[in-house]
């Protein structure tokens, strides 16, 4: 599995779809911080809107632009004129999701399912739920808001297919289309990511090390054996490079040590062990490079703030709460 693949597998991100908003004119809609472990995302299928962010930027969004807030952040979405407000939202249902207007309630149609009309602005909203802990590697390197447009001359090709096959499932509402729109929720997620790291190459950090294939296959070391006890050499010698200038030259990309980024992936990977497997924590530790439960609980407990047994009881503790 390729490293983007295997961060995204770690992560343990399920999407789910909220609402589609067909707005026109006027239109201001403020949506509230959500709570850890929620990422809210927006995808602009045609028109264009501003986003306005809690810090006070204002960002431009249009047709085949994805805005994902990782850490659940307040913010606005309004139109780009700052118009006076057209007709009161209303909620109502398109057969596929909820569905918010402004345009007094209009529904009619074309034979095919779209719209006579079309609106100022047609934005799929919906969230991405992950688990603290595994998604830390991926989400906590990604800027906030993290912004990619994906209908630009370089997108010709997978990323406007995949979101012309969600304007269409969206628009036309066959059977299976709310479960196909959310699984290319998923692919267009991973293609953002790519995107992204192709053009901010030139930045630190995670997404960084993905566009740098030397860097990259030491990296990949890393996700598939992270027991072995690595040293910066044998990592060097995946990179084709000398230990100092491979030191050098990963500290510079990914804004860590080699050996700090070794440990985020091996509690990542604990993490996500402890979620998804019945293996005892002194069993984990051992398999992520720990010769000692206690070694293993140690770095863990500074890593994540929690001891390994108490994260792994964490998601029954929070279904019972909202039982």
Partial sequence: MDMLSRLIDLARLQASLDLRCLLT???????????????????????????????GAQIALHAGDFMLFPRGAAHRVRDTGCAAAAAPLTLS????LPLRRNDGGDDTRH???????????????????????????LLNALPDPFHVSLAGKHTLGALQTVIALMRAEAGQRQPGALTIVTALSHALFAMALRRHGEQHASRSGVLALLADAR???SVQGMLSAPERAWTIAELGELAA????????????RAGMTVMDFLTQIRMTIAC???LRTQRSAA????????????AFGKVFQHSIGVTPGRYRRQPQESDQKAG
């Fill in 215 to 217: 860097l990259g296959a």
């Fill in 93 to 96: 249902h398109d057969g596929m």
């Fill in 283 to 294: 069993e984990i530790g051992e398999a992520v490079g720990y010769q000692s439960e206690a």
């Fill in 241 to 252: 490079m000398s230990r100092a200038t491979y030191a050098r030259h990963f500290n510079a």
């Fill in 111 to 137: 034979p095919h399912g779209e719209r006579h009309a079309g609106a100022d602005l047609d934005l799929l909203c919906g969230r991405f739920v992950y688990a603290p802990g595994s998604s830390a590697l």
């Fill in 25 to 55: 004119g006027g239109f201001e809609i403020d949506h509230a911080p959500m709570e850890a472990g929620i990422a809210p995302f927006h995808l602009v299928l045609s028109g264009a809107c501003v986003v306005e962010t809690a810090g």
């Fill in 272 to 274: 996500d062990l402890l």
